[in-house]
């Protein structure tokens, strides 16, 4: 998961938003967000949606097909992901 939080990390950076401020957006634990970032985490569907959200990205943006095969993931995963977020409410 090192390349989803690397993905996180630098879109908010971007944004020029502090890890603090993901954490608002989000109500996602502090703690939580950093050990994504840094790879530690593994993030269920909902909590990537909600990062996705609080950064006015798509899941396409923070994952690439490389990213997928290397954990295994099939192509119906990543599509869930992406109808899930598409279906979220703003």
Known sequence: ??????AIREI??????TLMDLHYDT?????TLG??????????MDTVIRI????EVT????FS???????GCKNG?????ESAFKSCPK
């Open 1 to 6: 998961m090192k390349a989803l939080g690397s």
């Open 12 to 17: 908010r950076k971007s944004k020029r938003q």
């Open 27 to 31: 109500r996602i634990g502090y703690q």
């Open 35 to 44: 050990e994504i970032e840094h790879g530690n985490g593994n993030p269920c």
């Open 52 to 55: 996705c959200q609080a950064l």
């Open 59 to 62: 899941p396409s943006t923070l």
């Open 65 to 71: 097909c490389s990213h997928w095969l290397t954990v």
């Open 77 to 81: 995963q990543f599509a869930a992901l």
